[in-house]
């Protein structure tokens, strides 16, 4: 079974940056859309952004214009690059890979916490 494998977590003061990184542990066929969610323990899962293997790119309205999303297509990797922390972006990020049989691979998590 193919991990994810995160890395870029950690602690950061508000107006801070963080890049998130994701690779799979082995090779992933068909590989459609690339993405980053987030869960708190007060809130469901939600979408952070996702990238198309073309490159569009859709970002929650939260996160507009302060996270960046980018993929290598030739390692299959996911990259997520934050700035302008803010508290409310602290939660456990998650990667997510799909391919087009529509099979979702998920991360263990990495955590990120934004001090006030």
């Known amino acids: 079974q193919v991990q994810l494998v995160e890395s870029g977590g950690g602690l950061v003061q508000a107006g801070g940056s963080l890049r998130l990184s994701c690779a799979p542990s082995g090779i992933i066929f068909s590989i459609n859309a690339m993405g980053w969610y987030r869960q708190t323990p007060r809130k469901q899962r939600e979408l952070v952004a996702t990238?198309?293997?073309?490159?569009?790119?859709n970002y929650a309205d939260s996160v507009k214009g302060r996270f960046t999303i980018s993929r290598d297509n030739a390692k299959n990797t996911v990259n997520l690059q934050m700035n302008s922390l803010k508290p409310e972006d602290t939660a456990v990020y998650y990667c997510?890979?799909?391919?087009?049989?529509?099979?979702?691979?998920w991360g263990k998590g990495t955590l990120v916490t934004v001090s006030s």
């Open positions: 990238i198309t293997t073309g490159g569009s790119t």
């Open positions: 997510n890979i799909r391919n087009g049989y529509a099979t979702d691979y």
